[in-house]
């Protein structure tokens, strides 16, 4: 079973950046995509960034295009996303997932992946 643990969410002012990390119970590696998604309240979970672990190709919401970026360190068999500028639009749950395909053009879209970390929040005043 994989195991997908976030931490590094935090109330922060508008401008201000925060890094999220998320580890995985397994190398990285292993999967063909993973993925930072965020939840507001009220509305749909979309995708924010997401990252072919092998190959390192990333993907960008417009909305955080230029703000947020989403790397990787293989040893640590964790995932990052630091977030730069942000702003009260930002404010949501953020939640790590993974997926064993390779990702195609549903690489930020939720529905296509298997497996989610519990969520850390992060709310930008």
């Known amino acids: 079973q994989v195991q997908l643990v976030e931490s590094g969410g935090d109330s922060v002012q508008a401008g201000g950046s925060l890094r999220l990390s998320c580890a995985a119970s397994?190398?990285?590696?292993?999967?063909?995509?993973m993925g930072w998604f965020r939840q507001a309240p009220g509305k749909e979970r979309e995708g924010v960034a997401s990252?072919?672990?092998?190959?390192?190709?990333?993907y960008y919401a417009d909305s955080v295009k230029d703000r947020f970026t989403i790397s990787q360190d293989n040893a640590k068999n964790t995932l990052y996303l630091q977030m730069n500028d942000l702003k009260p639009e930002d404010t949501a749950m953020y939640y790590c997932a993974a997926e064993p395909r390779y990702g195609g053009y549903w690489i930020l879209i939720d529905v296509h992946y298997n497996y989610w970390g519990q969520g850390t929040q992060v709310t930008v005043s």
């Open positions: 990252i072919h672990p092998g190959g390192g190709n990333t």
């Open positions: 397994r190398t990285i590696n292993s999967f063909g995509c």
